[in-house]
């Protein structure tokens, strides 16, 4: 960093306030931003980031007021600006990418449309020259057929295309500085490594600063210059990417750090003649479209996997979005009838008998990703949690009670939140919740769909903890579903890699991770950071690199 | 670490547990205060109506046709010398009684076809809706006329005629709610639990289709109540002489003139009565719904 140079964004002392309650969400925070830098804000949901780098463009909710502090940009103060330069700042200078690619670009507009808005505003240019530009951008962001895309609405893009357009509508302009708002977290990690790629590479040749917001620790670490870690309003500290990761200061770092997900050693399961779960040749069909006279085509999810799951294993199901590995715990679980295939359960085939069917019933129980909408928030958690034990035969009233109340403190929710709503519970001990359920029963196999993905980074780390606790506790087999490979890292024993429906690579945890053999995995592989401890108490990363790295996606 | 930072995010939350606990025990809201206290009156005066009035709601008294309200007859006569707080009374039981069969007729036949389409989706749900669709594009109230003139001009036969005429825009109501409803993962894990389809229904769906079912079923008491009294005014309601507000409101149309009191204060009962059903409607679904305990 050169100090010589005049920062391009000086944010000083900036303080903001809710209105009315008066609470303070941004405190003091000061950071500067110098030309061509990237520079990367961390922290967790409520920790002010999103606010703290919208007050740049001036864009501060109505709910929201200024205490004190300045944004300078350029030697110029955002805050003193009249509004009409700070709409020629917006746009020309400071460019800005949303985190939801699927509602920031405009449903009913043309792509080429919206890509000309901005330069027709800003830059004083005829049509042709500016439909040049946007075809070179868009041939440059990795679009196979541009001039195609130019009468193509929004909906005809995957997110993480989306994503490349509404970075070439911002870098068409190219903007002094680039805000970035969680630009890939609704990617999956594949995508969210390309698109982050492109975005490095497109700054870096028009020298545009980036001030990138996320919460993801490990990918900001990994492409910027400087990192300022914020908790609760304030900055607890700054500076450059190595010293923080290496040498955390702030216990909040050194909590986010451990909360990064890590390897722990491999264990030794005993060998069991049967596995809990058989999976044989399982295919499961969508039927198309349907309209009254018309049938549409039938898309085939899963084409014929077999998996076996022992006692005790946890075995981890990866895959972008879109590889089937959710249609394959749902229907494991169940809740989607397969086209073939059987599933047999300590080795009886449970579609044959009864028996054998509400034998599986009772022992398989299933996590689900979004705790928002898991559980029925007409029933408090103790009515939640004892719902399970209602087809279990022999138990008593009493029996039941003992027994909820012994998971929830299990899962740390003892005291007092069984007569609570789902509601009052924050995202974390939603999940908790949802995993009392699903052991309630005492299950001897759980399939657990992305069970952490909807929540923040320290408590995943908490969550996770818990169910590998609860996992070596009762010993129940988990199939574990999850597109992000450093959680599977933490608690898998074995992996199986799937791509458009079919399994492309499985193999014990450490044999997948240090040595994975197919391209696909590679590159799911190459997303993920590595971690090193180091002897300050912080951390290393490192990237493992995919065969073929250059060939992008089109 | 797992034990002390889950131990510093519940504290955190019991404390909010706490201020949401003692925001409970506030008084109620203004709405739920004013509507009550008008469905109040309204079911007292029905409820008194129906036992004892000042007049006897029948009697004609020529001497005494159109007086102006006075300290006798507090609200006035009409045209045949009838009390008019007598015949209001009257006619609030049987309005009342009307409206309330009716919308519990309504939400039970349309819950439960909305519920079976819903949950069953495909074909089954296709068929009734095509078939519900095709009853919603009549206005309710020519549908109950075309019902009325097949089950005949009685006070059961209004009931039924617009129970049927309103039972498809519940079904609607109700279908989606429960499409909806069904895409989320708390029936998913319901049905992984192992619960019938007949249990998820009655347990999982059927009460979170209860808050917009009450916004529904006050708006349409509401709606009855001025359906029947519309009946009533087209002649076609609950024949004369037994007093309704409908037949009143219409038979104080010729006399609008010279005796202005026997429009106002049918239709001012009837306007009062749709102003505290839906207040009290906006109430109940506020304090049946959990989520919103303690936000107000």
């Not at chain 1, 029925?376 to 009515?383: E, F, N, S, V, Y």
Request: glycine share 10%.
């Amino acid at each position: 960093m050169n100090t010589k140079v005049a920062p391009l964004l000086d944010v000083a002392n900036l303080t903001l306030k809710i209105g009315g309650s008066g609470r303070t969400v941004v405190n003091d925070v000061s950071f500067q931003v110098f030309p061509g830098e990237i520079v990367g804000i961390v922290g967790e949901s409520g920790s002010g980031k999103t606010l703290a780098a919208r007050a740049v463009m001036g864009f501060i909710p109505p709910a929201v007021r200024l205490e004190g502090g300045t944004i300078r940009f350029d030697g110029q103060d955002v805050m003193a600006m009249s509004p009409k330069d700070l709409r020629a700042m917006r746009g020309s200078k400071v460019g800005m990418v949303f985190q939801e690619p699927m509602t920031s670009l405009n449903p009913s507009m043309l792509i080429g449309r919206q890509l000309d808005e901005g330069l027709a505003l800003h830059r004083k240019l005829d049509a042709n020259q500016r439909r040049a530009l946007i075809l070179d951008m868009l041939r440059r962001v990795g679009l196979r057929d541009p001039e195609g895309a130019l009468t193509a609405y929004p909906h005809q893009f995957s997110g993480g295309m989306r994503q490349r357009i509404m970075l070439a509508s911002v870098m068409l302009l190219k903007p002094a500085l680039l805000l970035a708002d969680e630009p890939t977290t609704a990617l999956d990690a594949v995508v969210q490594r390309d698109v982050m790629e492109l975005m490095v590479e497109l700054t870096k040749a028009n020298d545009t600063a980036v001030l990138l917001i996320s919460h993801d620790l490990g990918m900001v670490a990994r492409y910027c210059s400087r990192i300022v870690v914020m908790c609760q309003g304030d900055v607890v500290e700054q500076g450059l990417s190595e010293d923080i990761l290496a040498r955390p200061q702030h216990p909040y770092t050194r909590k986010l750090l451990s909360a990064m997900p890590h390897r722990l050693p491999a264990r030794l399961l005993p060998e069991a003649k049967t596995p809990i779960v058989s999976v044989r040749d399982l295919v499961v069909e969508y039927p198309g479209r349907q309209g009254f006279f018309r049938k549409g085509e039938v898309k085939r999810a899963l084409h014929g996997i077999s998996i076996d799951v022992q006692p005790g294993e946890v075995v981890a199901v990866v895959g972008g979005s879109g590889s089937g590995k959710t249609t394959l715990g749902q229907s494991i679980a169940g809740l989607v009838k397969p086209a073939g295939g059987e599933i047999r359960f300590n080795g009886k085939p449970i579609a044959r008998s009864e028996t054998a069917y509400w034998d599986y019933r009772l022992n398989c129980q299933m996590v689900f990703q979004d705790p928002y909408s898991s559980l029925d928030p007409r029933m408090t958690i103790g009515q939640l949690v004892a719902e399970p034990l209602r087809l279990v035969p022999d138990m008593t009233p009493a029996d039941r009670k003992a027994r909820v109340a012994e998971v929830l403190t299990e899962v740390g929710l003892g005291d007092g939140f069984a007569e609570r709503y789902p509601h009052e519970l924050s995202g974390g001990q939603r999940q908790r919740i949802a995993i009392a359920r699903a052991i309630v029963r005492r299950p001897s196999f759980v399939i657990a769909d992305e069970p952490v993905s909807a929540l923040d980074v320290t408590v995943r780390a908490q969550v996770l903890e818990l169910f590998d606790e609860l996992q070596k506790k009762h010993g129940f087999s988990c199939l574990f579903i999850s597109h992000d490979l450093g959680v599977v890292e933490q608690v898998a024993d074995r992996v199986i890699v799937m791509q458009d429906g079919r399994i492309v690579e499985e193999g014990p945890r450490d044999d997948i991770f240090d040595n994975p053999q197919h391209l696909y995995t590679q590159k799911l592989l190459a997303a993920v950071p590595g971690l090193e401890s180091t002897p300050e108490g912080g951390v290393r990363l490192f990237w493992r690199r995919a065969e073929n790295d250059a060939s992008m996606v089109g | 670490m797992n034990g002390d930072g889950a131990m510093s995010s519940d504290s955190t939350l019991s404390t909010g547990g706490a201020v949401k606990k003692a925001r409970r025990m506030k008084l109620p809201a203004p709405n739920a205060i004013v509507g009550g206290t008008l469905i109040g009156i309204l079911l007292a005066t029905a409820c008194i109506g129906a036992l004892w009035t000042p007049y006897d709601p029948l009697k004609l008294s020529f001497r005494e046709k159109l007086v102006a309200p006075s300290a006798l007859h507090w609200l006035g006569t009409d045209e045949f010398g009838r009390d008019v707080l007598s015949r209001l009374m009257a006619g609030a039981a049987t309005s009342v009684w009307i409206s309330i069969l009716t919308v519990t007729l309504a939400v039970i036949a349309g819950t439960t076809i909305g519920l079976f389409s819903g949950y069953m989706r495909g074909w089954t749900d296709r068929i009734i809706m095509a078939f519900n669709d095709a009853l919603l594009a009549f206005p309710g109230i020519l549908l109950a006329l075309g019902l009325l003139a097949v089950v005949g001009a009685n006070k059961y036969g209004i009931i039924v005629a617009l129970g049927i005429a309103y039972t498809p825009s519940v079904a609607r109501v109700v279908r989606g709610t429960v499409l909806s409803l069904r895409e989320r993962e708390f029936i998913a894990a319901s049905r992984v639990m192992g619960n019938s389809e007949g249990f998820t229904m009655a347990r999982h769906i059927l009460p979170n289709c209860i808050a917009p079912l009450t916004v529904l079923a006050t708006s349409m008491f509401g709606y009855v109540l001025l359906a029947e009294s519309a009946l009533s005014f087209l002649g076609l309601g609950v024949p004369p002489p037994a007093p309704t507000w409908g037949n009143m409101l219409a038979g104080s149309r010729p006399y609008i003139g010279q005796a202005v009191w026997l429009g106002i204060f049918p239709g001012l009962c009837i306007s009062l009565t749709l102003l505290g059903i839906n207040l009290l409607g906006d109430a109940v679904r506020d304090r049946l719904d959990p989520r919103m305990r303690g936000s107000r």
